[in-house]
């Protein structure tokens, strides 16, 4: 089942669910207007894939240091 609704989940409401793309546990959540503004919950690493992933999209020449940056930080 994938998950997702229309109103951002809580902190714990997250916690609760797999990952959609890889089944870990989630930790945040993503919303995409192409899949109906629905937040989906993502792992860490996937959170990180998909921020690689716009920041590239976007030619942001720092896309890599952001996102080494943004894990550092996200890592208990």
Not at 7 to 21: D, H, Q
Not at 27 to 51: E, I, K, M, S, T
Not at 56 to 72: I, N
Request: include cysteine; hydrophobic fraction near 35%; charge should be positive.
């Amino acid at each position: 089942m994938r998950h997702g609704r229309r109103k951002p989940y809580t902190g714990m409401g997250v916690s609760r669910l797999p990952c959609v793309a890889c089944g870990q546990p989630a930790v945040h959540q993503w919303q995409v207007c192409a899949d109906g503004n629905l937040y989906r919950p993502v792992c860490l690493v996937c959170d990180a894939a998909l921020n690689r992933m716009v920041l590239r999209f976007m030619r942001d020449p720092d896309a890599d240091t952001k996102v080494r940056r943004y894990r550092e930080r996200s890592t208990p």
